[in-house]
Structure formats: structure tokens, C-alpha cells
């Protein structure tokens, strides 16, 4: 690829050594009764980088509270407030603690202690204010291509996916991982049928050993789910089977070398390409690994994602709180209906377009959205976040050779 | 976006395929190239779907992208639509719902 002047990226820089390419204020409500307060201050803050975020539970739950302190502590994210209602299972002192230890502005309202709703979204729009005050008193740094961690993930998915947007989205992420950033695909239930080729891929034999493992559970538990990740508007954009639909998603990842595979919260120790094993350990338990598209960005961002890259085939319009996601569409018709939510027509493949140009586009993109410019969905307000019950086990020591 | 009408509507993704894909919709009856010889289509089909590049007997197994995507539950005709009716995973079943006409 020629090499081009990278438009100047700069982030945030935190305790831990990373980088934030946003400083958002996170108000994260730790049961759905503390749902509605939340949603309150961040509308009546008037701010869009206020966000949403929080878990609906009132039983405690390892992986969502890991979720929690992963999220709260994201480079992205400048300052917390956390509102409780006061009895529910969320260990809220400790995420606290957690969140305090980073270096990060953190705050705590009860609900039950503050006097109900009013006197809870007056102190936290007060809380909100100061925060973002001090927010802007912090002066971005440079920021480098091997300090980005990209996601990517797809939805709505059609015949034209695994032709345009994914192996498009491909190339960006050779060349992102020839920059020596970190680069994230996912959705194993979602790479049922790829996983002998993905194995080939890895760096070490028993990584590729983990990697066909982690499939063949995501394929054991979907069949006991009675679903696979296969949605009927698959099937009406093209698609027929989920294998299909695997081949066409696994385009996503390039060509790199696999460096490991990793589970929701872990954060690739360096750049490379990395696997993320979203489908629960275990029996099923608490239902289906993902309930919608939205589930498994919040994992990506978990794991450091930066931004994210969604492909699109039918036209999915979400965005997220913490991460920008830059939508790459897949069909050329569909890109002519909802241009307003596209970042990028890869569609245009189908017209004569060259895979490469895509790629670079989709490349500069990345460096223009990490360098301050909103993605379309970050621009339409799209703020999505659902977090629920999983459980894990964590990684063995294949999984990350290089670390 | 104008359609570049130099290219064929029908896609060859591997070499090795079986199948081909609609680079956009095309209308039963209308003439289109299939491996370098003219070819009408039989039944209108839209962006992205599949058509069989030859005659399948039922269990052939399908190739796209040069990779397995499932087997023929039944034979099918060369030009003809390959989908969830005549080609099933052999992985987990597929799901579908009801439509009302909207795609």
C-alpha cells in the first residue's frame, strides 16, 4: 500500500498508558430501577458526550460486574458517575474503588439515600457539570496507529456481505495490524464452519487448537438453543445456511496471522489480530450468547475497542455509547436508501469498484474518526448499550502466545 | 449509483463454485451470460441471491467463496435459485418468519 501522510490522531492519555479517542462522561446505572434517573441526567446534561451506559440485574453477576470496571475504565471514558437505587446485588463500593484507582473522576448517588428522583437528577446534573469541566482542562497527546484497538462486527447481514463490506473491512485491518495496531473480529457462533481455515491461521498449533475448540462449543450451544446466529432477514437478503453466512463474516478478519483469542473484558496485550470468544462457558444459562448486535460491541469495547466497524447488509442504524461505529454498507441498493446512516458504500464493489480503494477508505476513515471527526451514527445521537448475564471461564495459556 | 453495464450480473466468486451470485436484481426472461455461454433466466431473482452455475444432484455439496456452505436437499436444474427450499446447512438449521411483501 502506498504510503500517505496518517491525518493526525490524539487521545487522552490515562493512567494505565492508553489512549482515549473521546473523554466521555459515563453515567452507569447498576440496577434497571436506577435506569430511569440515569437516562434523565444524560438527556438533561444537553451533552453528547454524556453518555449511557449500565446493567439491568439485580443479582450480582461476575462477567457483567468484569463488564462494568472494563467499561468504566475504557480510554474513552474521562469520568463516572454511578447511580444506585440502594438494594440491589451490584457491588458498587468496589466498582467505585475501581474506578478511583485509575485516576478518574468518580462519583456515586443512591437513590434510596438522595430522596428519590428529583433530588438524585438535580445532584447528578451538578455532578455531570463539574466533570465535564474538569474533562476539559485535559490536553490531548499525540497518538499512534499501534496505540489503536479496532473492533469489527456485522449486522444484518446479506448475500452481498461476504463480497463487499467484510472482505473490504479485511483489508483495513491488514493494514492496520501492518501498523501494528490491535485488531478485534468476533462472534464465534458466528464462524461455525471457518473454524478449520481460522486454525491455520493461528501463530502457535495449540492456539489453533483453542480456536477450533471455542467453535465447536459456540456450535454445541447454539443447537441446544434451537437458533443459530441466523436471522430471517439473512435469508431474504440471500443467505441460506449459517455456514453461508460464516464464510461471508470471517472475510472480516483479513489475512494477518491469528495472534490469540481472548473473552469478553480481555484487552489484546499488543497489535496483531485477536479472536474474540464471545458464546458463554458452561451449559447455557442465563440464554442466547448475544441478544442483538449491540451485545457483542459492548464486548468488543470492553476489550480496549477504540471504534468500531460494523458491516451492514440489510441496513442496521446503531451506533454505541463510549466507541464510535463507523458503518460500512454492504448493498449498494440498501446504501441508496439509508445513505444518511452510512459511513462508507462498499456496495459499490458490485458496480466495478476496486476491493482496495474500499479498504483505503475505510483505513483513512479510521484515522479521521480516531483523530475527533463524528462517524454518522456518532452524528445521529446513536448511543445503543445492552449489557446481561454471562458466565466464563478465563483464557488458558494458548490462547495468548505472544503475551 | 449507474449500474456499469460492462459488467455481468452474475458473480463467479471461485473457480471451484457451483454456484453463482446476482450482482443485482435480474428479471425472469432476461439474457445473461453463465460460464461464457447465453443463458435466460428462469425466475427472477434478487441482489445477492444464488443460482446453480450447473445441474446439482440432491446431497451435492454447495461451494461458495470456494468453501462449503451446505448440501442440495433436492436436484436442481442449472440457472435455478438456490436457496432455503433446496439447500440446507449441515451445521444448525436456518430460521425464517413470514414476510408481508416489505424485504
Known sequence: ?403 | MSENPRLPPLLLLHPEDNIVVARRDIAAGERVELDGQSFVIPAAIELGHKLARRALAADTRVLKYGAPIGSMKVAVGRGEHVHLHNLRSDYIPSTTRETDGHR
Not at chain 1, 494505565?16 to 447498576?30: E, M, T, W
Not at chain 1, 490536553?139 to 448475500?159: F, R
Not at chain 1, 432477514?233 to 440471500?238: C, F, H, V
Not at chain 1, 458466565?391 to 502466545?401: R, S, V
Open chain 1, 1 to 403: 500500500m502506498n504510503a500517505t501522510p496518517a491525518p493526525a490522531m490524539k487521545g487522552i492519555l490515562r493512567k494505565d498508558g492508553r489512549k482515549g479517542i473521546r473523554n466521555v462522561v459515563a453515567v452507569a446505572y447498576l440496577v434497571e430501577c436506577a435506569h430511569h434517573v440515569s437516562r434523565l441526567i444524560v438527556q438533561r446534561s444537553g451533552a453528547d458526550d454524556v453518555h449511557l451506559i449500565g446493567f439491568p440485574g439485580c443479582y450480582p453477576n461476575k462477567y457483567s460486574f468484569e463488564m462494568m470496571q472494563r467499561l468504566c475504565t475504557h480510554p474513552n471514558v474521562g469520568a463516572v458517575l454511578l447511580v444506585s437505587l440502594g438494594c440491589e446485588g451490584f457491588n458498587r463500593e468496589q466498582l467505585r474503588r475501581h474506578i478511583a484507582a485509575s485516576g478518574r473522576p468518580v462519583d456515586l448517588l443512591v437513590i434510596q439515600q438522595s430522596g428519590g428522583t428529583t433530588r438524585t437528577l438535580n445532584a447528578g446534573l451538578d455532578i455531570v457539570r463539574r466533570m465535564r469541566a474538569e474533562l476539559a482542562k485535559q490536553v490531548p497527546v499525540p497518538m499512534a496507529l499501534n496505540e489503536l484497538v479496532v473492533g469489527t462486527v456485522c449486522g444484518g447481514s446479506d448475500g452481498t456481505s461476504g463480497i463487499t463490506a467484510n472482505p473490504a473491512v479485511g483489508r483495513c485491518f491488514d493494514w492496520l495490524i501492518e501498523n501494528d495496531a490491535a485488531c478485534i473480529f468476533e462472534e464465534t457462533g458466528e464462524l461455525i464452519g471457518c473454524e478449520r481455515i481460522m486454525a491455520s491461521r493461528a501463530i502457535t498449533p495449540e492456539l489453533g487448537r483453542e480456536i477450533e475448540t471455542c467453535v465447536d462449543k459456540a456450535a454445541n450451544y447454539y443447537r441446544i438453543m434451537g437458533y443459530g446466529s441466523f436471522a430471517p432477514g439473512n435469508a431474504e437478503g440471500g443467505l441460506t445456511t449459517l455456514e453461508e453466512k460464516s464464510m461471508g463474516a470471517y472475510s472480516k478478519s483479513g489475512s494477518s496471522p491469528i495472534s490469540g483469542l481472548i473473552k469478553p473484558g480481555d484487552i489484546p496485550p499488543r497489535g496483531g489480530l485477536y479472536l474474540l470468544d464471545v458464546v458463554p462457558d458452561g451449559e447455557p444459562r442465563f440464554g442466547f450468547p448475544n441478544i442483538s448486535d449491540n451485545a457483542e460491541i459492548v464486548e468488543l469495547i470492553a476489550c480496549g475497542s477504540h471504534l468500531i466497524l460494523f458491516t451492514t447488509g440489510r441496513g442496521s442504524v446503531v451506533g454505541s455509547a463510549i466507541s464510535p461505529v463507523i458503518k460500512v454498507c454492504a448493498n449498494p441498493d440498501t446504501y441508496e436508501r439509508m445513505a444518511d446512516d452510512m459511513d462508507v458504500n462498499a456496495g459499490r464493489i458490485l458496480h466495478g469498484g476496486e476491493l482496495d480503494d474500499v479498504g483505503r477508505e475505510i483505513f483513512d476513515l479510521v484515522q479521521q474518526v480516531a483523530g475527533g471527526a463524528p462517524s454518522k451514527s456518532e452524528a445521529l445521537g446513536h448511543q445503543e448499550f445492552i449489557l446481561t448475564y454471562k458466565q466464563f471461564e478465563p483464557i488458558g495459556p494458548a490462547c495468548l502466545p505472544a503475551a
